[in-house]
């Protein structure tokens, strides 16, 4: 399933999961993955990096317009139907899709040929501090859709004279060589939203319904209040399509040093979680996503980073239901200059924000957005990109704050350009600095640097050790020190009033690539810092984060 509730009753819709025939490059052998996996999973390919073709048959009944949905392939695809190339995608953290118009009632053949290598070609997946699996590793979906067809809700909720109300831009599609009148209907929290529409061939048209919506109640940590939006489009009164989304009415708002939620100032404390779990490796069960939910709500956690990608939709689902905060960002992590120069960087970006906005743009969870996490903000380039990319997210959502979290301490020439300002600090792990007073030389750079009476939060923060690793001389890598660090850290940044979140890196452990130099640094060629492990086995620092969580941290 790609979402946690159906969002089509009228569109034919058939879920691609199962088993799917592959080959991969170098191997005499045919296969059969599951979809969505990835193929380290299987023994052949533990460590494989290269280009894998899988295939599989779909039969349509009835003639006409066909769509494919990929809600994530890692890390490029190119999608065959019948043979014909009809898409090409780069970013394990997108979603894409594909129209065939017109296609015959009978036996088809999909072919999604992937890459996972590195490369000039792959500007965001290099070898890093994750691992960049290979494979359809999110739901595929199959659709028939008619010529007219609904493409995209976007529902902003607002407050206007103490009541709510929201602007509803329905974005309505033509794959027809004819000009198309149809009627739209939008109904939500019992009010129905009526207009007919003309769209032109092979074209598309924005329908704006903008209403008050008396007796719904706010969407909020405690009181994750949500409803459905249900979307249908009709010719001559016999529905044609239909689209289904889940909203919550919520405003975010900076002032000052704060966030505010609905108008009152709100705290985050969570962690940074990757998309990786021992045995899914990025193709996350929803299982274990409800796993990690449940975990970090026992930890009292109210908050939670996509480090450092936009994440599985379904996982954004579970946060809009539990009312915890999502900080989502798009797909870059610690690039140098040299690395943010090449020639498909930039464009890569690009398209990884403009999706991540089009289709996450409605989940009430995500209460802001991130970008660039530590790359180049200390160069005059670099800062060009920080600001392009803060100006891309600005002209597609006015209705959340931006940020970025930095590591770039004392050098950073960016702080002036988002709304919240975020560093990453690993003081006592790193560097042995007093941390209270190497919290307030940040704080007072911070200030002195673009960064003036805007909100603070710590995106990272955090130590290593090795599940099982107990030593009473608590060194690092044990257990006993990561509980000591945690403990330390949080002790100084939640009772600093000027900070109004942090995050602990990370929720759990994760793989890491052999490329690059990062096997050095980290033990088993995984990224140590969980507070559990990557099966998700509790290290000591479980039961200090739910102490500390529990009783610290408010506005
Ligand atoms: C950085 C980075 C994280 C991780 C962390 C660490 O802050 O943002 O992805 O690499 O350091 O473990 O050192």
Redesign the pocket.
Known sequence: MKRLFDTHIIREVKELDGMWDFRMEGFDKDYQLPVPSVWEQHPDFLAHRGKGTYTRKVYIKNSGNIRLEFKGVSHTADVYFDGEKIAHHYNAFTPFSAIVKNVSAGEHEIKVEVDNTFGVHSALHTPN??YTYGGITRPVVFESISDAWIKNIHFTPYIKDGKWNAKIELLIANVSDNPQSVTVKATLAGKEMVSGVNIGANDETLTVFDEEFDGVNAWSHEEPNLYYINTTLSVDGEEIDDLIDRVGFRTVEVRDTKIYLNGEPFYMKGF?RHEDYAVDGCAVTLQHMVQDLDLMQDMNANAVRT??YPNDERFLDLCDERGIFVWEENHA??FKLEDMQNPNFEQQCEDCIREMIENHYNHPSIVIWGIL??CAAETDEGRRMYAKQYDQIRSMDQSRPVTS?T?RHFTDITLDLPDVVSF?M?TKW?KDDDIADRNNREIDWIKESGGDNKPIIVS?L?A?AIYGYRDRSRCKWSEERQADLIRENLEVYMNDYRICGVFI??FADCRVTEEGDWFATRARCH?N?GIVDEYRRPKMAYDTVKELFGRLGGI
Do not use: M
């Open positions: 501090d994750y940074n480090c450092h992590r610690g996490n530590e979290a590591c990453n690993y790193y990272e955090g290593a890196w990370q990224n810092k």
